[in-house]
Nanobody, 126 residues
Framework: QVQLVESGGGLVQAGGSLRLSCTAS????????KAWFRQAPGKEREFVAG????????TYADSVKGRFTISRDNAKNAVYLQMNSLKPDDTAVYYC???????????????????WGQGTQVTVSS
């Protein structure tokens, strides 16, 4: 069993930056691929960024490419999302997710993830 806890959300002006963190309990976390998703009010949950367990491959949604960076620290059982040049459209609850069924090919599919955090709110004002 893996438990995930996100932190780092908040209110920021457009153009600003935030760094989200997700820490995990459970020693198998480091062996799984990991991702960040987000859900805005009235919208479906969407993929934001993913990283393979070894950190060799990262994947980003087109809407965040060049602005967001995902990274992981297996020694700390953590995954991070550095968000720069934030826009009001980035406003959402951000979730980290992981699980043994996630492959590099299925990383963008939320149905493949077995473990989710509780979410952290990011609000970007214009």
């Amino acid at each position: 069993q893996v438990q995930l806890v996100e932190s780092g959300g908040g209110l920021v002006q457009a153009g600003g930056s935030l760094r989200l963190s997700c820490t995990a309990s459970g020693r198998t976390f480091s062996a799984y691929n990991k991702a960040w998703f987000r859900q805005a009010p009235g919208k479906e949950r969407e993929f934001v960024a993913g990283v393979t367990w070894g950190g060799g491959t990262t994947t980003y949604a087109d809407s965040v490419k060049g602005r967001f960076t995902i990274s992981r620290d297996n020694a700390k059982n953590a995954v991070y999302l550095q968000m720069n040049s934030l826009k009001p459209d980035d406003t959402a609850v951000y979730y980290c997710a992981t699980g043994p069924r996630v492959t590099r090919a299925t990383m963008t599919d939320s149905r493949q993830y077995d473990y989710w955090g509780q979410g952290t709110q990011v609000t970007v004002s214009s």
